[in-house]
């Protein structure tokens, strides 16, 4: 045995560019991770979930309660999952679903027994939505089209829709059907998910869930335009951001409206529609006029609404039907307000939000409990003691559509899209865009995909934003300039980036980094290039350009990694990783291993382990959210799996000045390993297998694999190569590793000038 014995040292990292032979770091591996420079296997994953409905296009996760909530958008919706604070144990999904204006619905039983003909202005039923009508053909007896002619408000997709049988001739059942599609929001594969949480700093105590379906999945500059959404978190509906309902009271052929309270939310530039409102109807002004708040309209009312208060009420029959002495228009669709408490003979009324489902126009008029449903049950009487008012219910709407996404700067909600523009609500408020502190600019020419919080100390809140060639700072900096106070203030760092996808771009510890078209990058008070010597080739030249906006980022923060997930050759979806390792300062990557094929995910703060969502369909047809650095397996249910790990040393030996030297002279022989005495934390048994060439560009001579437990003192072999080296791999049940100072006992082999014999 050689007296020789040394100390197996190598690069930290994966260097995949270049050759083997020219590498000072490992050359190869898999599913392998470095610390202290020393190479260890990376944890395994667990099927948290294993029930989503189609492939994740974006992921949050946010704690209350004692409970973490897991949400992730795909391509027909967003999905919650929620769990405890550790092992990913809870239930899901459950749908969260958007809401808004009817467009189309699905018809799913047309039903039988209805009597034919064309029925106009029908109020569509159900889905928690009120003021949609339509225009229904029945033909043989049969619900045949239903056609939306007004939308409504708040009815949400994917719920059930039904007609009142009354209003399409009086007969039939069956009829059933639900909501297809939104006026602002429709399916598509397109969509690309971007989420926030926002807290309500209006008091309300809520936090809330921001969503927003980017229709770019296929191209990063699409220019197309999305509704964002949000909703009380954890809830199970969203709404448009920047619409909102309100009752008011319109005089005919006046451009003036009136409301019951104070509404900021309510300024110039705000679309309305409504009851007697011509379509493309805005606000001009509006403001308090002797302490009635009134805005002023782009167009007249054609119908109007009685005054605040009916005069003399009565109720004439059961079924809801009321008399008044009101002279002006009464409209179908219009809330009716009850306040006070009855007195009089009649009963079925009280207190409360009614809605008139049938009127004469001028005096008679009859009340539902919801919108377009069946009467209420009355008997005839006075109803002294109760005041009715009779109120437009208006839907104000600040078009909030952007292509890129949204973003918090707490308290201000930012969406974000085509030609640089920038946006925000007034201060938690996300129903306001027209006041003061609300603003919206274009900062750039070219699209803003991208938005994240920034430490803005004494100018808080701040952000970054990345446009396709450009980073932009925003900050909170109120000046006034004679009587006008500008809030933000816009800084143009660079105009020299890139950008590759909108989910590229992170923040480890206060520093961004993201991936441009040609070179990784990162911002610490300028953007710099990030250094890569490792496998910057290795990422640009097997990307799947076309699928660039799948390329996502998330972080290991327990081990100091940045991974950016990424579709490789002709996948199209990711199926590896790149890592850079900020604590280590070296690159390295997943070599396409299994659990590399993410589509989002999350990291964790509260929850301690990150949760990534799997893109290649389970054993059930669906989608699995994986808990990764769980264990040392893949874990599916019942089936445990093992996970392959490997790493592969540089060129060791004679031939290159022994291990660890980095230049020669070394002597032209071959070199001999006669014994490798491991050192490692291990749990199962690895192998080692020798390997190596008699020229750099040779084929690799692979010597039959060495088995070792954590309990071999020593592996004693005869195996010599002019250029050797030596591959360490895990693949067993439970088996872990981390390496230590291995050593190696290396003479010089046989003589042999050059080359094989």
Not at 714 to 732: C, H, Y
Request: aromatic letters at 12%; proline letters at 4%.
């Amino acid at each position: 045995m050689t007296a020789k014995v040394v100390t197996l040292q190598v690069g930290p990292g994966i260097q995949r560019d270049g050759t083997q032979f020219a590498s000072v770091s490992y050359v190869d591996g898999k599913w392998v991770r470095f610390q202290y420079s020393r190479p260890r296997k990376m944890g395994g994953y667990v099927g948290a979930f294993l029930d989503a409905t189609g492939i994740s296009r974006g992921m949050i996760m946010s704690a209350e309660d004692g409970l973490n909530y897991v949400i992730s958008g795909y391509n027909n919706g967003i999905e919650q999952w929620t769990t405890d604070n550790d092992n990913g144990v809870g239930f899901g999904p459950v749908p969260i679903e958007p809401t808004g204006p009817l467009e189309t619905i699905t018809i799913t039983n047309q039903g039988t027994g209805y009597v034919n003909g064309t029925y106009t202005s029908v109020p569509l039923i159900g889905a928690g939505g009120t003021g949609a009508l339509a225009t229904v053909v029945v033909a043989t007896n049969l619900v045949s089209t239903v056609t939306v002619t007004a939308g409504g408000v708040d009815y949400i997709h994917n719920e059930a829709i039904t007609i009142n049988n009354a209003s399409i001739g009086g007969a039939g059942s069956g009829f059933a059907s639900y909501v297809n599609n939104l006026t602002t929001y429709a399916p598509s594969n397109n969509t690309l998910w971007q989420f926030d949480i926002g807290y309500d700093a209006l008091g309300n105590g809520d936090n809330n869930l921001i969503a927003h379906p980017g229709q770019n999945l296929n191209d990063i500059s699409s220019s197309i335009n999305t509704r964002p959404m949000f909703g009380v978190f954890a809830g199970s509906t969203l709404t448009p951001v920047g619409v909102f309902t309100a009752t008011a009271t319109t005089t005919s052929g006046s451009p003036t409206v009136t409301f019951p309270t104070t509404i900021a939310a309510i300024g110039a530039g705000v679309s309305v529609t409504g009851s007697g409102i011509p379509t493309g109807t805005t606000v001009l002004s509006a403001l308090e006029v002797t302490g009635v708040w009134t805005a002023t309209l782009s167009a007249n009312a054609t119908a109007s609404t009685p005054s605040a208060v009916l005069a003399a009420v009565a109720v004439t029959g059961t079924a809801g039907q009321f008399s008044c002495t009101a002279t002006t228009n009464i409209a179908v669709g219009q809330t009716v307000v009850v306040t006070g408490i009855l007195t009089g003979s009649a009963t079925g009324i009280a207190a409360g939000t009614y809605y008139i489902i049938a009127t004469n126009t001028t005096s008679t008029f009859t009340l539902s409990a919801t919108f377009g449903g069946t009467a209420i049950v009355t008997t005839a009487g006075t109803t002294t003691g109760l005041t009715f008012g009779a109120y437009a219910t208006l839907t104000f709407d600040n078009n909030i559509e952007v292509s890129g996404g949204i973003v918090m700067l707490f308290p201000y909600l930012f969406a974000y899209g085509n030609y640089g523009l920038i946006s925000n609500c007034a201060a938690g408020d996300f129903s306001n865009w027209t006041s003061a502190d609300s603003n919206k600019n274009n900062v750039s020419s070219t699209k803003v995909v991208k938005g994240l919080p920034l430490r803005g100390g004494t100018t808080s809140p701040a952000g970054l934003f990345w446009t396709l060639d450009s980073v932009v700072r925003v900050t909170y900096a109120p000046t006034t300039v004679g009587n006008q106070t500008f809030y933000w203030k816009y800084d143009l760092i660079t105009q020299q980036s890139s950008i590759l996808s909108s989910q590229c771009v992170i923040e480890y510890d206060g520093i961004f980094y993201w991936v441009g078209t040609d070179r990784f990058l990162t911002y610490n008070g300028v953007v710099q290039e990030l250094d890569n010597k490792q496998n910057f080739n290795y990422f640009f030249d097997n990307l799947n350009y076309r699928q660039r906006q799948k390329v996502w980022a998330s972080k290991v923060p327990r081990w100091g990694e940045i991974w950016w997930f990424f579709p490789s050759g002709d996948s199209e979806e990711c199926n590896d990783a790149i890592i850079y390792n900020v604590r280590e300062k070296v690159w390295y990557d997943a070599g396409q291993a299994l659990g590399a094929y993410r589509s989002a995910g999350v990291f964790s703060e509260v929850f301690r382990r990150p949760i990534w969502a799997g893109n290649v369909e389970n054993t059930a047809g669906q989608y699995t959210l994986w808990q990764h650095e769980t264990g040392t397996n893949e874990v599916y249910t019942n089936s445990v799996n093992a996970i392959d790990s490997f790493f592969e040393t540089n060129v060791i030996g004679a031939r290159t000045g022994l291990v660890g030297a980095v230049e020669q002279p070394g002597d032209n022989v071959w070199t001999r390993c006669e014994r490798i005495e491991p050192d490692f934390v291990q749990v199962g048994d690895m192998e080692v297998v020798v390997t190596g060439k008699s020229y750099a560009d040779d084929v690799d001579d692979p010597s039959d694999p060495y088995v070792f437990s954590n309990e071999t003192l020593k592996i004693d072999m005869k195996e010599q190569r002019r250029e050797m080296r030596l591959k360490f791999r895990s693949n067993t049940q439970n088996g872990d590793y981390f390496m230590g100072r291995t050593l190696l006992n290396l003479d010089t082999g046989d003589v042999r000038g050059t080359g094989n014999p």
